[in-house]
């Protein structure tokens, strides 16, 4: 699977959004070395605390699902935002555990398209060693 087609599965991801409050619609596809797709978006709750993201939704599914680092491709984020969406700051944590730290992450909405990784988006990473 090309990373364009992984773009389509996280903006079709990004139409289960839930987002009465913000109205800021996020979908995200992880992309696994066996060819599986899983799929997530924003999840928001009156308690904001209690809202989960789209990237975090797709990589907690994987993860629950037995998936590992070493067995994730690349992961997708798209919005419906005026601006390339980039994963908050919880989000850029998790992420930083949870995928290798080279792992691709393409972020997009519907103007601009973005590659990266977790090395990028978080230089200096806290993680499991400095505890």
């Known amino acids: 699977m090309t990373h364009q087609e992984l773009v ?8 289960n959004a839930y987002a ?5 619609h996020v979908g995200a596809a992880l992309l696994t070395k ?7 978006a924003n999840i928001e709750n009156a308690s904001y605390g209690a809202t989960n993201c789209g990237e975090r939704t797709a990589v907690f599914a994987a993860y629950a699902n037995g998936v590992r680092q070493k067995d994730i491709e690349a992961l997708a984020i798209v919005s419906d935002g005026e601006k390339l969406a980039a994963p908050c700051g919880i989000c850029r944590q998790v992420l930083s555990e949870l995928l290798l730290p080279d792992t691709p992450i393409i972020l997009c909405n519907h103007r601009e398209y ?14 499991p060693e400095d505890l």
């Open 8 to 15: 389509e599965k996280a903006f079709e991801a990004m139409k």
């Open 20 to 24: 009465p409050y913000s109205n800021y």
């Open 34 to 40: 066996d060819g599986t797709v899983y799929k997530g």
């Open 114 to 127: 973005k590659e990266t990784n977790i090395q990028e988006l978080l230089p200096m990473m806290f993680g």
